[in-house]
């Protein structure tokens, strides 16, 4: 520590002609070199890589935790900045990295992450959001349960917050919300059942959403975030009672067998 330090970000994506070239330009500056690895994209993310110039690999999506631990390994230097490509540093967070690669002192920094929902920035229901996304890979991986994967650091390692934000343009309206909470809630509640995980239909299908969105809205002021904070706050809800709904199912299937 307190040497200068090579980073390399890393970014996974599938068709996102939309973000891929905002984030990646976000991060050029602060970083040695840029691997995105794709999976099989249909649209327009390829061309743009390529002509960024950035290391451009593809490789069969077998799941978020599993494509991004691949692309980490697919880094040249140990030091791993990794968004995914809806996300951007802001010029506040590119400034800290900046300073942090000619004086390394920690194995992890972790970032608040503030969120645009559907044009308007949550800065109460969705915030801090805080998110571990630079990191020396000889001390962590990504695991969690899919989809929501998250860096785990070892025991050992030393980890600062940092209180400068990575935006994240997480979705343009709410049909787009709306169907990545279908999706998200199969692919949740799948992994949980594979994990061995029961639901219990009054504890988790009934009660967990409630508390969820009384928790985003109310205890975390989600109200002042307007008209969008209360729509996220019950899609939020929504995106529980129906992972528990489906986990619950997929519990009492079993128990039929």
């Not at 040695?32 to 249909?42: A, P, R």
């Not at 230097?77 to 000619?102: G, H, P, T, V």
Request: hydrophobic share 40%; charged share 30%; net charge positive.
């Amino acid at each position: 520590m307190g040497n200068p330090v090579l980073i390399s970000g890393v970014i996974i994506t599938y068709n996102e002609e939309r973000n891929i070239e905002a984030c990646i330009k976000s991060i050029e500056e602060v970083v040695d070199e840029i691997v995105v690895v794709d999976s099989y994209s249909t649209d327009k993310t390829p061309e743009i890589c390529k002509r960024l110039g950035v290391v451009f690999l593809q490789h069969p999506f077998e799941g978020h935790i599993e494509q991004k631990n691949y692309a980490m390994q697919q880094a040249s230097n140990d030091y791993i900045l990794a968004l995914d490509a809806d996300e951007r540093l802001s010029a506040e967070l590119r400034d800290f990295i900046k300073q942090a690669k000619a004086n390394w002192q920690y194995d992890a920094f972790r970032f608040n992450r503030l969120n645009n929902y559907c044009g308007a920035w949550l800065k109460r229901s969705w915030y801090p959001d805080k998110k571990l996304r630079l990191w020396d890979r000889k001390k962590g991986h990504w695991g969690g349960t899919n989809p929501h994967d998250r860096v785990v650091m070892d025991e050992e390692a030393t980890t600062k917050h940092v209180k400068h934000d990575i935006l994240h343009y997480a979705y343009a309206n709410l049909e787009e919300h709306y169907d990545q909470v279908k999706k998200f809630a199969i692919i949740a509640a799948n992994a949980k059942y594979k994990k061995g995980k029961k639901a219990y239909f009054f504890l988790h299908v009934i009660l967990n959403p409630w508390y969820k969105f009384f928790r985003k809205y109310v205890l975390r002021l989600g109200f002042l975030d307007g008209y969008y904070g209360f729509i996220f706050s019950g899609l939020t809800a929504y995106l529980n009672f129906m992972k528990y709904l489906r986990l619950w199912e997929l519990n009492r299937n079993e128990k039929r067998k």
